[in-house]
């Protein structure tokens, strides 16, 4: 998947926390999940990165792969308790069964292991806008908005979208403790490629101030304006240590 634009600042307060994970560690193995052409987290050379995805043209132009896996996020058999790290990056949306995924990507996550997801925000009105709107516009979105003639095209985004609700940030917390995971991290907050469209059209000071009042109260606070993105990250549980043996 192509690398959306998200604010700097919060991709290096998330690569302090995989940092802090990856610190003393040696031979570590991370999946990329849904990985496209590149890498989104530097891993200082320490990892053996698998990428999985489901198109083999992206698998091949993805020079930072020590294996290819051509598969779908969803259905392929991951191998049990096989990875350290985890990332998979804004991938969700664009599955139809994100819970699925979510699944099979914590099976294979090692106990004490981390899982990084980035997603929109699923209950953003940006989010909303994209599930209830048609390809067509958010092609015209990224060509004519964005300034990306080559949107849509082979490798290009935007992919389709399906923005399931149960990818929504308050449902992947919800649904982390079937999956022996905990939140390690959370972070919400507006993406550059929002900023970016507010900008083009002089939907900025007063004029978005009032719009996110309009949002929230037409929504009775159900629909946030601006927290657009979201990166989560959790961590497997460890496994139990042995009881130990009675003493006879």
Same mark, same amino acid.
């Given at each position: 998947?192509?690398?959306?634009?998200?604010?700097?600042?919060?991709?290096?307060?998330?690569?302090?926390?995989?940092?802090?994970?990856?610190?003393?560690?040696?031979n570590?193995?991370?999946?990329?999940?849904?990985?496209?052409?590149?890498?989104h987290?530097?891993?200082?050379?320490?990892?053996?990165?698998?990428?999985?995805?489901?198109?083999?043209?992206?698998?091949?132009?993805?020079?930072?792969?020590?294996?290819?896996?051509?598969g779908?996020?969803?259905?392929?058999?991951?191998?049990?308790?096989?990875?350290?790290?985890?990332?998979?990056?804004?991938?969700?949306?664009?599955?139809?069964?994100?819970?699925?995924?979510?699944?099979?990507?914590?099976?294979?996550?090692?106990?004490?292991?981390?899982?990084?997801?980035?997603?929109?925000?699923?209950?953003?009105?940006?989010?909303?806008?994209?599930?209830?709107?048609?390809?067509? /516009?958010?092609?015209?979105?990224?060509?004519?908005?964005?300034?990306?003639?080559?949107?849509?095209?082979?490798?290009?985004?935007?992919?389709?979208?399906f923005?399931?609700?149960s990818?929504?940030?308050?449902?992947?917390?919800?649904?982390?403790?079937?999956?022996?995971?905990?939140?390690?991290?959370?972070?919400? /907050?507006?993406?550059?490629?929002?900023?970016?469209?507010?900008?083009?059209?002089?939907?900025?000071?007063?004029?978005?101030?009032?719009?996110?009042?309009?949002?929230?109260?037409?929504?009775?606070?159900?629909?946030?304006?601006?927290?657009?993105?979201? /990166?989560?990250? /959790?961590?497997?549980?460890?496994?139990?240590?042995?009881?130990?043996?009675?003493?006879?």
């Amino acid at each position: 998947m192509d690398r959306v634009e998200i604010n700097e600042r919060e991709i290096e307060r998330l690569q302090a926390v995989v940092d802090s994970y990856l610190d003393g560690k040696a031979n570590v193995s991370v999946l990329e999940a849904g990985c496209g052409s590149a890498m989104h987290l530097d891993l200082r050379g320490k990892a053996k990165v698998v990428g999985l995805d489901v198109s083999e043209e992206q698998l091949e132009r993805n020079t930072g792969l020590d294996e290819a896996i051509l598969g779908d996020v969803e259905t392929y058999p991951l191998p049990p308790n096989r990875f350290d790290l985890v990332v998979c990056w804004n991938v969700l949306e664009h599955v139809p069964h994100p819970d699925l995924a979510v699944a099979n990507l914590a099976n294979t996550l090692q106990d004490g292991g981390l899982m990084v997801l980035a997603v929109p925000n699923a209950a953003s009105l940006k989010g909303v806008v994209t599930k209830f709107t048609p390809y067509g /516009f958010h092609l015209w979105v990224h060509r004519v908005l964005l300034r990306r003639p080559h949107a849509g095209t082979e490798g290009r985004g935007p992919f389709p979208t399906f923005m399931r609700r149960s990818m929504a940030p308050s449902a992947l917390v919800r649904g982390a403790t079937a999956r022996d995971l905990s939140v390690a991290y959370l972070r919400l /907050f507006e993406g550059d490629q929002q900023r970016r469209i507010r900008r083009r059209l002089w939907i900025v000071g007063p004029v978005w101030w009032l719009a996110r009042l309009a949002v929230r109260v037409v929504s009775l606070g159900a629909i946030s304006p601006e927290l657009t993105d979201c /990166f989560v990250v /959790f961590r497997k549980a460890a496994a139990a240590a042995p009881a130990p043996r009675p003493v006879a």
